[in-house]
């Protein structure tokens, strides 16, 4: 049975998570509207994904995606985070601020969190996705004899022989064209950056799995193309950025429209980990950063998160995580519901 078949998807389609954006009230109308719908709460403890997980539920019958973080555990380096500071200490400045003195591990590893688990296993969501990696066999062996449907991203065929051999039920292939956090298991590891088409066909030739192609889809054509190419679904994130019911704030909302929408850019320097941004401020600081190395992610995100709020004080907004796919320029400002409607009749006159 197909992934459309088995949560009874009137598109082939999945919200993506987007942690910090997506939002339950987003993916339960997704959700209503015959989608899977997707909260990230990989920016959150247990509480916190308990009330996003009980909140979908009082918006949905139907079924839906929560989305966690694997990344490996961060190596703390005092002296790298005090000399990336003093980097940053002059932007802190124009702002009038100071940068923290220290900085935290603001975001657990799912694979380290046992109560973030223990909480999943009493609400057992329909579907558990995972990024950056794979928590352990014991992890998954207890979600899985909960009945939950298990998915993860893979931006290689590497990584997706290893969810395979997991026993994962389906993959997230995950293009360089893809907005947010690349998913890739070793982020200091080689990249050979595949697009979402030809890494989709990829893994459609070569894994046994329901594959989910992601990153750059913004329209109806371009599930479309995905399907055609062996994808049992698209996933779509930035698409979704627009829409009322998330949690994007204004600037992020304009910026999408801008200039920087046709200029998205992969970088590191915001989280620690590669993501892709539309061209603001921030990513900018790539020409400058000269032979500095950023703190591990999730540790220097705790940097960037302090640089954008004091210049957001000032009314700067040049330095936010605004994560956008390859597609922003074909980004539309409508309600969830109405989106997905309209991508399901795009998808249709392509199949006419």
Known sequence: MSLVDHFELAVPLVQAPMAGVSTPLLA??????????????????????????????ARTRRAFNVNLFVHGSPAPDPEREATWLEWLAPLFA????????TLRTIYRSFAEDPDMLAMLLELV???????????????????RERGIYLMATATSLEEARAIEAAGIDAIVAQGIEAGGHRGMFDPTGPDDALGTFPL??????????????????????????????GAVAAQLGTAFVACPESAADEAYRAALKGPGGHHTTLTSLISGRPARALANRFTALSDQRGERRQPDYPIAYDAGKALNAAAKARGEHGFGAQWAGQGAPLSRAMPVVELVQTLREELERCRA
């Open 28 to 57: 339960g109308l997704a959700c209503e509207a015959g989608a899977l719908g997707s909260i990230g709460v990989g920016a959150t403890d247990a509480a916190g994904a308990r009330a996003m997980i009980e909140e979908v539920r």
């Open 94 to 101: 124009e702002f009038g601020d100071e940068p923290p003195a």
């Open 125 to 143: 969501p329909p579907v558990v996705s995972f990024h950056f990696g794979l928590p352990s066999a014991d992890i998954l062996s207890a979600l």
């Open 200 to 229: 989709t066909r990829l893994l459609v030739r070569s894994s046994g799995l329901p594959i989910i192609a992601a990153g750059g889809i913004m329209d109806g054509a371009g599930i479309a193309a995905a399907l055609d190419l």
